[in-house]
């Protein structure tokens, strides 16, 4: 597995948990608006300082008695071609194990759920599945999306709300996902984005994404802005 960061501690990233959150390195969508652009751009990735494997499982074991989760993000860890071996290990040091996936490959999700390597997961939702701006392959967005909402564990699904997304963009979405345990719709941030153009950009404000969510209400368990 190769990493390009971890966050010693965080109370908000696994809900209800205290965890750290590893952060693997590559990714196959070029999101304009993503703020990780170290850990995806190839000619990047080859400048930020890598950590190894066995370094992030020696500090999981450091603090086995603090911890209670690792959340799995990236980029996108479903291209680690040693990611399954690697939650192996994560779990045999019992810890719960939240994957953040951007849904593009549901044959890794699928084993994933089926050696049951995850308690929670998480997916980003990029845009409306005819959008095209971002997805090429629907068919396994819309696969990833089925796989998890019949996986029987707690999941959630979230939009960045960059600034072409609309509000009936996200109706949209919403329509295509409902009915659902979680979805959040997360304000864009103009800070350190993939595209710098965007830094001159704005999304959706936090009160109108809140209006958006009270709307929305009837199709999750949870709807919310944050």
């Known amino acids: 597995m190769l990493f390009g960061g971890i966050q010693k501690l965080t109370l908000v990233d696994y809900p209800g948990k205290v965890a750290a959150t590893l ?4 990714c196959n969508l070029r999101c304009p608006f993503c703020h990780n652009p170290e850990i995806v751009l190839p000619d990047l990735i080859l400048k930020h300082p890598v950590i190894s494997e066995k370094e992030i499982l020696d500090f999981l074991e450091s603090r086995k008695d603090f911890l209670s989760g690792v959340c799995v993000t990236g980029g996108e860890p ?10 192996r290990k994560i779990k045999k040091m019992k810890f719960l194990i939240k994957l953040d996936t951007n849904g593009t490959n549901p044959d890794i999700l699928k084993k994933v ?5 995850a308690d929670y997961i998480a997916m980003d939702i990029k845009e409306p599945l005819d959008k095209k701006f971002i997805y090429s392959d629907i068919s396994a967005i819309k696969k990833s999306i089925d796989l998890i909402k019949k996986s029987g564990l707690p999941y959630e699904f979230r939009t960045t709300v960059y600034p072409s997304l609309t509000a009936a963009d996200l109706w949209q979405i ?34 109108e994404l809140t209006e958006l969510c009270l709307q929305m209400k009837p199709f999750f368990e949870i709807c919310q802005a944050r």
Not at 113 to 117: G, S, T
């Open 23 to 26: 952060f693997t390195v590559g």
């Open 78 to 87: 479903t291209l680690q071609t040693d990611l399954l071996d690697f939650l």
């Open 113 to 117: 759920l089926k050696d049951k390597l």
């Open 174 to 207: 919403a329509e295509e996902i409902k009915p659902a345990q979680k979805y959040y719709l997360q304000e864009f941030s103009p800070i350190k984005n993939l595209d710098a153009s965007f830094s001159q950009l704005r999304g959706l404000s936090k009160a």
